[in-house]
């Protein structure tokens, strides 16, 4: 069975730093595009980032560009996001999801909380 696990999300001050990551299993990890997507409280999804499958290939939206990046150890079968110079608008439960286009298989999340 296809199973996504986040960890990592936590309390951090704005301008701080926290990588978040996904373990993958039940599937070819290696052979799927993954995503990460994140839902603020009381707001509806946002996609987040996006990663190919050797990970040379990485998109963002235009809210986290340039602050956060998105890799992958596919030796290991993780997901990664790091995220720097946070703000309070980040935060959200931050889930890692299988696929771009057809996003099928989604973890339960991470919460990561900006606040002072």
């Known amino acids: 069975q296809v199973q996504l696990e986040e960890s990592g999300g936590g309390l951090v001050q704005p301008g701080g730093s926290l990588r978040v990551s996904c373990a993958a299993s039940?599937?070819?990890?290696?052979?799927?595009?993954m995503s990460w997507v994140r839902q603020a409280p009381g707001k509806g999804l946002e996609w987040v980032s996006l990663?190919?499958?050797?990970?040379?290939?990485?998109y963002y939206a235009d809210s986290v560009k340039g602050r956060f990046t998105i890799s992958r150890d596919n030796a290991a079968n993780t997901l990664y996001l790091q995220m720097n110079s946070l703000k309070p608008e980040d935060t959200a439960l931050y889930y890692c999801?299988?696929?771009?286009?057809?996003?099928?298989?989604w973890g339960r999340g991470t919460l990561v909380t900006v606040s002072s």
């Open positions: 999801v299988r696929g771009s286009h057809a996003m099928e298989y």
């Open positions: 039940g599937f070819t990890f290696s052979r799927m595009y």
């Open positions: 990663i190919n499958t050797g990970g040379d290939m990485t």
